[in-house]
């Protein structure tokens, strides 16, 4: 039987406020409750081993029935689950009138029934949740075939069926977007831009829908969200920067007149506010990007006034990778290195609701401003906390960008008699990992043959400038800019070249 890690990925998915409530809902629960050490067992778990477990408690009953114990548990979690967010979103509220419309329904109260239908559609209608419309909206139908249409005027049934059908014509009119929206993310997923005319053909296609003639055909505010987020994405995979921060501004102001909008789906309001930011930046708008960050972590407390913890996570993530890769591409490193108390913390906080892939990302986002910043030692330590990480769990471009990193801070420290040894171990990591291409022997080659042979003076600038040539010749021109904007090797082998501070030439290099 396969071993699933499902109910260890939930519980280690919880906050504290929800172990509490789900505990105390655990805990009424009648008869025998091994499944509730089972919880604490894997809630002290870093890493899912079922083999410890059964072998560690094997005089304990729910190790004699892990798996049944395991269903079940799972099963009690979520159930906790559903009562704690009851009431603490939008369509969780919506859909409770709806569960009780249908027990008032069950028990023939059809005006008590009618008026919680109502509050449901009023509910629905306010923040535009289309599908959730339109179950209760089927609801009031229903209602009024069973009661035979007492008290209803011809005139009163029209104008409740045209309501319905806009609303299905509105659903099926979203759902259009929703199919060219999803049709050119697939087409992105591995590469955000085009190049061959094949790649701008296909994304081209995706616009000639009659549905993308004009923003007036999307009828709804989610379809609008759509069209607009679809131009944005089309036009920035072309490298046209003002054309999609013209549409991602627009989806922004969209979002902001309709606070209900946020407050339903305040995701999605960040993510667009995310993509602002990155637009933001590309066109040199430094100081607006800035302000759009603060934008981000200020929406908790401008729109709820009892934020969960995984909005409060979602803030975290996007404002700190937003606001570390903003002064890691302007060069301003003293101050990305001042946000490293505040990235801490996060990571103590938020810790056990952040993927693996985003820990790796602070922690090489941390490394390379310690770098920037002179503070090689510094440095040296955070690369450390990934290069000694299990493979397998490591995210294979930040390997890769790590092991290098490593090379250049040794390099800086005058520890060329350690290169070889490091060499190695970079090789064996990136081979396994199936990393070693053109550029990376290029690098490592350089490394190991050119600066092991301890060359100075003009034969040193020489060496880097080679070197410079090179990578240029390898890495296209069309990838150079995103390759190297948060990893600017580029920069660094100028500052040998031309002996500046390798901060003076990023800051020069944004400044243009």
């Not at 759902?175 to 999803?182: Q, V």
């Not at 890769?325 to 505040?342: A, H, P, R």
């Not at 060329?416 to 970079?426: M, N, P, Q, R, V």
Request: net charge positive; proline share 3%.
């Amino acid at each position: 039987m396969k071993i699933s890690s499902d109910l260890f990925d939930l519980i280690k998915s919880l906050g504290k406020a929800e172990k509490r409530y789900i505990k105390l809902s655990l805990s009424i629960q009648k008869g025998e409750k091994e499944y509730l050490k089972l919880f604490d067992v894997m809630d002290g778990m870093e890493i899912y081993d079922e083999h410890f477990i059964r072998h560690t408690y094997r005089k304990e009953p729910f190790a004699k029935r892990l798996h049944a114990v395991k269903n079940y548990l799972y099963g009690l979690i979520l159930k906790s689950l559903r009562g704690y967010y009851a009431g603490k979103s939008v369509d969780a509220r919506i859909q409770c009138l709806l569960q009780d419309s249908g027990v008032l329904y069950t028990k023939a109260l059809y005006r008590q029934c009618s008026n919680t239908v109502n509050k449901a559609i009023a509910l629905a209608a306010k923040y535009q949740r289309l599908p959730l419309l339109a179950e209760a909206m089927a609801w009031k139908r229903r209602i009024i075939t069973t009661e035979s249409f007492v008290g209803l005027t011809a005139s009163d049934i029209d104008k409740l069926i045209a309501r319905e059908q806009s609303v299905l014509d509105a659903l099926k009119n979203s759902s259009e977007y929703w199919k060219i929206s999803f049709g050119m993310l697939i087409m992105l997923r591995k590469k955000a831009d085009v190049q061959t005319p094949g790649e701008v053909k296909k994304l081209d296609s995706l616009l000639q829908s009659p549905f993308m003639k004009s923003e007036s055909r999307a009828l709804s505010m989610e379809a609008k969200g759509h069209f607009n987020y679809i131009c944005s994405t089309y036009y920035y995979a072309k490298g046209n920067y003002r054309k999609a921060y013209f549409y991602a501004a627009k989806l922004v102001r969209l979002l902001q007149k309709e606070p209900a909008l946020i407050i339903a789906e305040p995701n999605k309001y960040i993510d667009t506010l995310n993509n602002l930011s990155v637009l933001q930046v590309n066109l040199k708008q430094y100081d607006d990007s800035l302000k759009t960050i603060a934008e981000i972590r200020n929406v908790p407390g401008k729109y709820f006034s009892d934020p969960s913890e995984d909005l409060h996570v979602r803030v975290f993530t996007r404002s700190v990778e937003l606001e570390s890769n903003l002064y890691i591409i302007t060069g301003k490193f003293k101050e990305g290195i001042g946000m490293v108390d505040q990235i801490r913390y996060g990571l103590d906080t938020y810790g056990h609701k952040l993927g693996l892939e985003y820990v790796l990302i602070f922690y090489f986002r941390i490394a390379y401003m310690f770098f920037g910043g002179g503070q090689y030692h510094k440095s040296s330590e955070w690369l450390n906390k990934i290069l000694t990480m299990p493979p397998v769990d490591l995210r294979t471009d930040i390997l890769v960008l790590s092991h290098i990193l490593n090379l250049m801070v040794h390099y800086e420290l005058g520890h060329t008699d350690i290169l070889g040894y490091l060499i190695k171990s970079a090789y064996r990591s990136m081979d396994k990992a199936g990393k070693v291409h053109h550029f990376e022997k290029t690098l490592l080659r350089f490394f190991g043959e050119t600066l092991s042979e301890n060359p100075s003076g003009g034969d040193l600038v020489k060496a880097f400038g080679t070197l410079r040539r090179q990578v240029e010749k390898i890495v296209p021109a069309f990838y150079r800019k995103r390759t190297f904007e948060h990893f600017d090797i580029i920069a660094w082998l100028d500052s040998k070249i031309q002996n500046r501070p390798f901060e003076e030439l990023v800051r020069e290099k944004a400044g243009k």
